[in-house]
C-alpha cells in the first residue's frame, strides 16, 4: 500500500494567497513592452533562475491538506484559475498592438518579448488549463479549451485526458518519454503523433456512441475553431505580422509544455502483464518535486503522483509521497527542464536513476530490452 505523509491541519495550510506569485509575470512583461532592452530578460531569469535559487533556499514543502477539503472552501483557489484567461488574452494582444503599432521596437526586442510571452503562456498558461480542463464543469472546462487555443494546442486536452492518463507508461501514450529518448527527439515525435492519436481517441469514443468522427460533437472543430478564431484576431490587431507573434508565442509555450511533459515521465513504464495488458497506473510511474517555490508558481503540478492517482483532485488538495514510494526529481520542474534541452547531461544523470528505479519497483524482471527499444504491444482497448 502507497501512503503519503501525514496530512497537515487543513485550517492553518490552506492559503491561496501564496499561490498568486504566479500573476507576477504580468508585471514583467509589462516592464518589457514599457522599457524594452534588458528588461526582456527579466522574464526567463525569473523562471529559470531565480525561482530555482528559491527552491535552494526555501527548501520543500511536504505537507499535506487535507485532500477531503470541499470546494467551499476553495473558492480563492478557484479564481485564480479563472482570471488568468482576461489576463493572458490582455497579455497576448495587447503585445501584438504594440509591438505592430509602436515605434522603437527592434527586431531583436519583438522576438525577445514575444519569446517572453510564449514562457509565460506556456509556464503559467497552459498550467492552469490543465487544472481547468481536469475538472467535470462546462465553466472549467471552456477556459481550459481557450487557454490551449491561445498556444494553437487544443487537441492537448483530448490527448491528455483519453490518451495519457489511462495509458500513461505505455507504448500508446505520446508524451512519455522513452528510456534513453532525448528531448528533442521526443519533442518532434509528439508535435508529429500526438494530433492524430487525439483524433483516434475520439474517433472511438464517439463510435461507441454510434457516431462518424465527423459529427459536430467532437471536440476537435471546436479547439480548431477556436485557434482560427484567436488567429484571425492577431490578424485584425496587427495585420500578418501579428498571425507571425502569435505564432511565435505559441511555439515556445507548446515548447515549454512538452518539456514538462518529458520529465514528467521519463524512463518511467509500467508493467507488462501479457496479452495486451498493462498494470493499473501506480504512484511510482510518476517523478515527483516537493519544491517549494516552484510548486507555488506551477499550482502543485510536480505533486504528479497523486494528479495521476486523482486526476480530478484541486491543485490546494494535491499530496506528496514518501519518497521510498515515488521517485523524486533533485530539483522543482524548472531546471529540471533546463537540463532535459541538453540530452547528453539528462541521460548521464537520469539513466542511473530510471536503472535504480527499475531495481527498487520490479526487481522481478530481468529483461528490459522490450521496454527500451518500444516493441511492447499496446495496450488493449487502446483507440
Not at 240 to 263: C, K, P, R
Request: aromatic share 14%.
Amino acid at each position: 500500500m502507497t501512503d503519503t505523509l501525514p496530512i497537515a491541519p487543513a485550517a492553518a495550510r490552506l492559503s491561496a494567497w501564496p499561490y498568486w506569485l504566479t500573476v507576477t509575470f504580468v508585471p514583467l512583461v509589462a516592464l518589457a513592452l514599457w522599457q524594452g532592452g534588458w528588461t526582456i530578460l527579466l522574464i526567463p531569469f525569473y523562471g529559470w533562475v531565480l525561482m530555482p535559487l528559491l527552491d535552494t533556499v526555501l527548501g520543500k514543502d511536504l505537507r499535506n491538506p487535507d485532500p477531503d477539503t470541499p470546494d467551499s472552501e476553495l473558492f480563492a483557489f478557484r479564481l485564480l484559475t479563472w482570471i488568468w484567461l482576461p489576463l493572458e488574452l490582455c497579455l497576448v494582444y495587447g503585445a501584438i498592438w504594440c509591438l505592430t503599432h509602436l515605434d522603437g521596437y527592434s527586431t531583436a526586442e519583438t522576438l525577445g518579448i514575444m519569446f517572453a510571452i510564449g514562457v509565460t503562456t506556456g509556464t503559467v498558461g497552459i498550467v492552469y488549463a490543465h487544472e481547468l480542463f481536469h475538472k467535470t464543469n462546462r465553466f472549467e472546462r471552456n477556459l481550459g479549451d481557450l487557454l490551449m487555443a491561445l498556444v494553437l494546442y487544443g487537441h492537448f486536452r483530448t490527448e491528455h485526458l483519453l490518451v495519457h492518463h489511462p495509458w500513461v507508461g505505455t507504448p500508446r501514450d505520446t508524451v512519455t518519454a522513452r528510456y534513453n529518448e532525448g528531448f528533442h527527439r521526443a519533442f518532434f515525435r509528439i508535435l508529429r503523433t500526438g494530433f492524430p492519436s487525439a483524433w483516434r481517441a475520439e474517433r472511438a469514443m464517439l463510435a461507441r456512441r454510434g457516431r462518424s468522427p465527423w459529427h459536430r460533437s467532437n471536440p476537435i472543430w471546436k479547439y480548431l475553431a477556436l485557434q482560427a478564431l484567436f488567429l484571425a484576431f492577431a490578424f485584425a490587431v496587427g495585420g500578418w505580422a501579428g498571425i507571425g507573434l502569435f505564432a511565435l508565442q505559441a511555439i515556445v509555450a507548446i515548447w515549454q509544455l512538452e518539456l514538462t511533459n518529458y520529465v514528467e515521465h521519463y524512463g518511467l513504464t509500467r508493467k507488462y502483464l501479457g496479452d495486451g495488458r498493462y498494470e493499473p497506473v501506480k504512484p511510482h510511474h510518476s517523478w515527483d518535486s516537493a519544491h517549494r517555490v516552484s510548486g507555488l508558481l506551477l499550482i502543485n503540478l510536480q505533486r504528479h503522483a497523486d494528479h495521476h492517482l486523482h486526476p480530478l483532485r484541486r491543485f490546494p488538495l494535491l499530496q506528496i509521497y514518501d519518497e521510498t514510494q515515488v521517485p523524486m526529481l533533485p530539483t522543482g520542474y524548472p531546471p529540471m527542464t533546463f537540463l532535459a534541452m541538453i540530452p547528453p547531461v539528462w541521460r548521464r544523470i537520469f539513466n542511473p536513476r530510471v536503472k535504480a528505479w527499475r531495481r527498487q519497483f520490479y526487481p522481478e524482471i530481468t529483461d528490459w530490452t522490450p521496454y527500451k527499444t518500444g516493441s511492447l504491444p499496446m495496450p488493449r482497448g487502446a483507440g
